[in-house]
Nanobody, 120 residues
Framework: QVQLVESGGGLVQPGGSLRLSCATSGFTFSTYAMSWYRQAPGKERELVATRPNYGGTSNYSDSVKGRFTISRDNAKNTVYLQMNSLKPEDTAVYYC?????????????WGQGTQVTVSS
């Protein structure tokens, strides 16, 4: 049974930091690219950051570049998102995603999401 369980969300003041974690099980973590998405109320889900499975460089949306860092620990089957200098516009539900792309197509797994609220 595939599971992706996010944690670490909460309420933080502008300028503060949070570290999200996504613990996974039920699939071969090291063969999947791992990403964080977010969805704010009334908006579409957007890609925040991706960490490839092959050790390549991470990619970030322009809105978080320089403030957020994605990392993964293949030994713990866990992906992290370190969020610094948080802004009110970072308020959203953050979702963990695992994706494996082959010649036959892509397979995606999703977590249930964790709420991040940036407010004074």
């Amino acid at each position: 049974q595939v599971q992706l369980v996010e944690s670490g969300g909460g309420l933080v003041q502008p300028g503060g930091s949070l570290r999200l974690s996504c613990a996974t099980s039920g699939f071969t973590f090291s063969t999947y690219a791992m990403s964080w998405y977010r969805q704010a109320p009334g908006k579409e889900r957007e890609l925040v950051a991706t960490r490839p499975n092959y050790g390549g460089t991470s990619n970030y949306s322009d809105s978080v570049k320089g403030r957020f860092t994605i990392s993964r620990d293949n030994a713990k089957n866990t992906v992290y998102l370190q969020m610094n200098s948080l802004k009110p516009e970072d308020t959203a539900v953050y979702y963990c995603n695992a994706r494996r792309t082959t010649l036959g197509g892509s397979r995606d797994y999703w977590g249930q999401g964790t709420q991040v609220t940036v407010s004074s």
